[in-house]
């Protein structure tokens, strides 16, 4: 019986996947070319699967003696570039036992001094073999420094004897486009140009998400094999949620039909999905805990804040940051600027503010009304009362200043609507704004569960600034509308050095917007 995989390559006869070779249609026409050329993509999105079916399917075909290796264990090296390339050496070994027959394999590596062992082993190889050679180093951004450096100049040095006496086509796989390797290697990213330790590659392939249609194929898979259906609705929400990214997609599945046990013939619903998207975020698997540890780096902290915040306008300033932020998968591939996809936009927000949320004294049933809806009003007046006498010391401690009042909501929100609802959140790049959606769960006629919409549209008014209410009104307006919601709540808090103290400027104010629709605006 095959599954949804979430640890390590996907095996076609274990596990539900999408076909490998067709997601990176590109590269073996360049492998034919006897060209060399890079491979990336943030972690966990099929890097590794797709490489090695095409390695075999290569090796198969009988036109190369391909192989697929790690560079991984090289990292444990450091700095000390000769024991780095003889792990690499080792792996290339172990591949090659693994995938090539006798005849194809390389003869006794050949001695040689730290700096050059590489080299001279593949270019003894290349000449013993009587086919040309494609190599893929994957997780060759492992290596770090000196050992980077050891083994890209190795490489850029037997690149003119190709394909006799040297592999003919090389294949560099990481999660780093080749801009960053200059960095990895302890040189200025900012000057690649001709002083680039991997010059001679020919273009940079990046893999890409699933797309819709993918997510619905391999979902599929699982619907042909067990008669278990995932609705129309659910394969849209699959897609909305996860926007494509490998580990999620199979991820929410495996997390509805393995721990929330929803077991065949009986459907998989929209409900489903977001109940495994609430348990993915809080459980932090390793997937996501990998992502969140980048956050407080400068050179992600540098896009993430000013996305969040809503301000981030890009610039020559920031392209090298954002290219690296991107190649993490912490952002969309594909402009405007944003979070890569609702659920990293949740993980993201909940970490950044989980130091406040432990702080809030929250009690979520004092906000559920005789009926089972959310008294909002009452749940503002307690988050204003709390800021007036805490926000600017709470506040003052978050690791992003700049996003820090918006976070402290978010979690004051959270606290509530962990009892059983949502918090959505849209981040208006370039145009100061953040929009939530709390969806509140209760019970409607005969029963059957309706859902409370709540819009709320979080702004900040800045030094040298004008007062943000009538962009707001009219940004709200254009939000309600989408939503079909006749109400909502505009927060501006205050940042102007020149503002009232906290405790007199944070009050209550009711307003309409352009569309005449009723508004709450909390000021703080």
Not at 31 to 46: C, E, I, K
Not at 183 to 205: Q, V, W, Y
């Amino acid at each position: 019986m095959r599954e949804f995989n979430t640890a390590g390559p996907c095996d076609p006869e274990r596990h539900y996947m999408v076909p490998a070779e067709p997601r990176l249609p590109a590269a073996r026409g360049l492998v034919a070319r006897h060209l060399y050329f890079v491979v990336h993509a943030p972690r966990q999105t099929g890097k590794t699967t797709t490489l090695r079916a095409l390695a075999r399917s290569l090796a198969a075909e009988g036109t190369f003696a391909a192989v697929h290796f790690s560079c991984e264990a090289g990292e444990a090296a450091g700095d000390d570039y000769g024991a780095a390339e003889r792990m690499v050496l080792c792996e290339i070994g172990r591949g090659a036992a693994r995938d090539l027959p006798a005849e194809f394999r390389p003869p006794p590596w050949p001695s040689a001094p730290p700096g050059q062992q590489l080299g001279s082993a593949l270019a003894a190889w290349a000449a013993a073999c009587p086919r040309p050679l494609a190599l893929f180093f994957d997780e060759i951004d492992a290596l770090r420094g000196e050992s980077l450096r050891s083994v890209l100049r190795q490489l850029r040095a037997g690149y003119p004897n190709r394909p006799a006496g040297f592999p003919a086509s090389v294949v560099l796989c990481g999660l780093r486009d080749v801009r960053d390797y200059k960095a990895a290697s302890g040189g200025d990213p900012s000057r690649l140009g001709t002083s680039s330790p991997f010059n001679i590659k020919i273009e940079s392939l990046r893999l890409g998400d699933f797309s819709a249609g993918e997510v619905r194929a391999l979902y599929g898979q699982h619907t042909a094999a067990t008669g278990q259906p995932f609705t129309d609705e659910a394969m849209g929400r699959a897609f909305e949620l996860t926007q494509g990214q490998p580990w999620l997609a199979n991820a929410l599945a495996r997390e509805v039909i393995e721990k929330l046990g929803v077991a065949p013939p009986l459907p998989i619903t929209v409900d489903h999905l977001d109940e495994a998207k609430e348990r993915l975020i809080l459980a932090r698997q390793t997937h996501l805990d990998s992502l969140v540890a980048r956050l407080l780096e400068p050179r992600v902290r540098a896009i993430i804040e000013p996305v969040l915040s809503g301000s981030y306008h890009g610039g020559d300033t920031y392209e090298d940051d954002f290219q690296h932020v991107r190649d993490l998968g912490l952002v969309a591939p594909t402009p405007p600027a944003r979070i890569a996809n609702p659920i990293y936009r949740e993980v993201i927000a909940r970490v950044l503010a989980a130091s406040a949320e432990l702080r809030l004294p929250v009690e979520p049933q004092r906000f559920v009304r005789q009926g089972g809806r959310l008294d909002l009003r009452l749940l503002l007046e307690d988050f204003a009362a709390f800021w007036r006498e805490h926000g600017e010391v709470l506040a003052g401690g978050m690791p992003y200043h700049e996003v820090a009042p918006q976070l402290v909501l978010m979690a004051f929100l959270q606290r509530v609507v962990n009892g059983g609802g949502y918090l959505d959140r849209e981040y208006g790049v370039g145009r100061g704004r953040i929009d939530l959606l709390l969806r509140w769960p209760y019970p409607g006629p005969a029963g059957r569960r309706e859902w409370q919409r709540e819009a709320l549209e979080l702004k900040v008014w800045a030094a040298a600034r004008p007062d943000p209410l009538p962009k707001g009104l009219e940004q709200l307006d254009a939000y309600l509308a989408g939503l079909g919601l006749v109400r909502g709540v505009l927060v501006i808090f205050d940042r102007r050095p020149e503002a009232d103290p906290l405790a007199e400027r944070t009050r209550f104010e009711e307003a309409r917007s352009p569309g005449g629709r009723a508004v709450t605006v909390l000021r703080a």
